[in-house]
Nanobody, 118 residues
Framework: QVQLVESGGGLVQAGGSLRLSCAAS????????MGWYRQAPGKHREFVAT???????RYADSVKGRFTISRDNAKNTVYLQMNSLKPEDTALYYC????????????WGQGTQVTVSS
């Protein structure tokens, strides 16, 4: 069982930056992909970004060009660099891991809150 712990959230003004971290209790190199999702109040959880084991990345259109996902297998950590933040980026951000065996995001962290003020 892998545990994921997010950190780095906070309150920032529009146009600012934050870097989220997701520390895994085990090796992330064994997962097919690591991803970030977010959920704003009153809305469904939505995809933000993912990085595959081979390094390929994919982003939601709403964050493309502003957010960058990366992984450090040696540190078992995934990052989400968020630049040019907008008030609509305000949400609880979750890290998730996708095992090769299931190809689903079976492991989730507790989330870290990001609030962007206008």
């Amino acid at each position: 069982q892998v545990q994921l712990v997010e950190s780095g959230g906070g309150l920032v003004q529009a146009g600012g930056s934050l870097r989220l971290s997701c520390a895994a209790s085990g090796s992330i190199s064994s997962f097919n992909a690591m991803g970030w999702y977010r959920q704003a109040p009153g809305k469904h959880r939505e995809f933000v970004a993912t990085v595959a084991r081979i390094g390929v990345t994919r982003y939601a259109d709403s964050v493309k060009g502003r957010f960058t996902i990366s992984r450090d297998n040696a540190k078992n950590t995934v990052y989400l660099q968020m630049n040019s933040l907008k008030p609509e980026d305000t949400a609880l951000y979750y890290c998730a891991a996708q095992p090769i065996a299931t190809m689903r995001y079976d492991y989730w962290g507790q989330g870290t809150q990001v609030t962007v003020s206008s």
